[in-house]
């Protein structure tokens, strides 16, 4: 069970593969650049993230196929649901990743869409893709912890 997130925080989506497909390096929070529909769309839960990455462009950052489904009540004022999305960090955070990016290997991919005390967060993390090798090691050592966990289980049960 995922840890209960603090409260103020009520979170939209999560990409839950991003954990297994990169070793996560450096968590940051980031502010998004929304219209009125998607943050609308993002309170009925509308999101998705699985697929999606940040690029850097012109010394800002921009979260590029993310998908924030259409808003019904907005008919034609609608947003289009694949289009980026410029984030927003301090200049300090901003020219850390940016260095950080230019090493080879490394990449930003959002992890977390959350609203934090009513404005809409986005979590990236600095991440390194894995080796198929790193994700057969990471399911076995997931099969393991369940086993112990059963066993575990099983001999309160026989108390």
């Given at each position: ?44 839960g ?64 959002p ?38 966990d ?10």
């Amino acid at each position: 069970m995922p840890p209960k997130p603090p409260s103020g925080i009520k979170i939209v989506c999560t990409n839950r593969q991003a954990g297994f497909r990169y070793e996560l390096l450096d968590k940051y929070e980031a502010g998004m650049v929304l219209l009125g529909s998607e943050v609308k769309s993002l309170r009925d839960g509308n999101a998705n993230i699985q697929d999606s990455y940040v690029m850097h462009k012109n010394n800002e950052l921009i979260l590029l196929n993310s998908h924030i489904s259409h808003y019904p009540p907005a008919n034609r004022m609608n947003h289009d649901p694949l289009r980026a999305r410029k984030l927003l960090l301090h200049a300090h955070e901003l020219e850390h990743l940016i260095g950080k990016l230019k090493e080879r290997g490394l990449t930003l991919i959002p992890t977390q869409i959350y609203f934090k005390n009513g404005k809409a967060k986005i979590q990236i993390a600095l991440a390194r893709g894995k080796k198929n090798i790193d994700k057969r090691e990471a399911i076995k050592k997931k099969e393991q912890k369940r086993e112990m966990d059963r066993a575990i289980k099983g001999q309160r049960r026989l108390k």
